[in-house]
């Protein structure tokens, strides 16, 4: 059986087990949270289609999550990792802030329960 499936082929579970198992946790996270990174900078407007997909609701609950996931996993995962994804934490802070009409009062912003008040 192949590696994809087409609409009439079932899904390979126990294969999708077996890859995912393979997988450090370390890796995992750190795959998620560039998810979060990545999807909140569209939803920030930061892409080159800009203000096409800006949605700062959206970008609010991703940079919240992204928060919780770097405090969750802060001792889990090296310095190696977290630094640059908190280096990429507080720049969406940032630019949330700065994209905000009325910006949040410091310590307010998204995801600043796990972080700490982000100045601008």
Partial sequence: MSDTTSPQEPADFD?????IAEVPAVEVIVTIAVNLMSAAAVKLGL???????????????????????????ATEISSFHAA????GL??????????????DEPGQGPGEKYTGPVYG
């Fill in 15 to 19: 294969a999708m087990t077996r890859d």
């Fill in 47 to 73: 892409t080159d289609d800009g203000d096409a997909h800006k949605d700062l609701d959206e970008a609010r609950k991703l940079v919240h999550a992204l928060a919780g996931l770097m405090d969750a996993s």
């Fill in 84 to 87: 640059p994804l908190r280096d």
């Fill in 90 to 103: 507080k720049s969406l802070q940032l630019a949330f802030r700065e994209a905000s009409i009325v910006p």
